[in-house]
């Protein structure tokens, strides 16, 4: 009984000691700062209790690690807002909307019919500072920032790059993978920030087949003879606002949060 009580006790210490720090967004509006220890099928194991996934609107990592993946993957397939590298932060809700009519209403698409989204912030900080942390948001959300950066103008305050995350379509029979593709700038100025993000595929896991929003989204293409929305179409609907969320959620937070010098 000892023994059984020793090993009960050491495995409580790992799992503390090797939980994942995170912020959640609950479906009431509340953020709690929480411990993952692990997680179940449909719920988070953490130093608070389980917390069932149908409680959480979003969540925010401290960092990125990669041998978290299957865990980011569960999250997604939820259909949660997952980012990264944040502060504990969430930005408020915001509702996309289609300024073309051949286009589906609840997508950001332009006049043109092109998917693009770009926002101007407030935030604390000079133009050099905030610079810094979207530099930072590009290292801490992309396994390799070297390779993600394409325009780097310190001079101008200027971040380019081209990223992509995984999104997963749920289907009724499964989970279908793709990767959202897009671009990401990101410029800065005393107080605040612009990001604009643009050039959006979608890229088949599985056969490597690459679509663009207008062949998922556009009126002729996502509703029936019916009328009615395409299984499939509203699928990638639903994925691509979360995917967005996301990538709005880190890019936010990441801007938002100060520089922590005693790190140096």
């Not at 749920?170 to 612009?194: A, M, S």
């Not at 556009?218 to 029936?224: A, H, L, Q, R, W």
């Amino acid at each position: 009984m000892k023994r059984l009580i020793l090993t009960l006790m050491i495995v409580f210490i790992a799992s503390l000691v090797n939980a994942q720090d995170a912020w959640i967004q609950k479906t009431d509006g509340s953020i709690v700062a929480i411990g993952i220890k692990a997680m179940g099928s449909d719920y988070l194991m953490t130093d608070l209790g389980n917390i069932s996934f149908t409680e959480v609107k979003a969540i925010s990592f401290k960092d990125y690690d990669e041998k978290y993946d299957a865990n980011y993957k569960k999250l997604k397939e939820a259909s949660l807002i997952v980012s990264y590298g944040g502060d504990g932060t969430f930005p408020k809700a915001f509702a996309f909307e289609s300024l073309n009519p051949n286009y589906v209403d609840g997508l950001p698409f332009n006049e043109e019919g092109t998917m693009e989204f770009s926002e101007v912030i407030e935030a604390n900080g000079t133009a050099d500072e905030l610079y810094i942390r979207a530099k930072l948001y590009f290292a801490d959300n992309f396994k390799s920032a070297q390779n993600v950066i394409q325009l780097d103008d310190k001079d101008n305050r200027i971040v380019v790059g081209k990223g992509w995350s995984s999104m997963y379509l749920n289907l009724g029979l499964g989970d279908f993978k793709l990767r959202l593709k897009f671009t990401v700038k990101i410029q800065t100025r005393d107080g605040r920030y612009k990001y604009d993000i643009y050039d959006m595929s979608f890229e088949s896991i599985e056969s490597s087949t690459e679509t663009y929003p207008h062949d998922w989204f556009s009126k002729e293409s996502f509703f029936n003879k019916k009328g009615n929305p395409r299984n499939i179409n509203e699928a990638y609907k639903r994925a691509t606002i979360n995917e967005i969320e996301s990538l709005r959620s880190g890019i936010i937070g990441a801007l938002n949060k100060p520089i922590n010098k005693s790190d140096w």
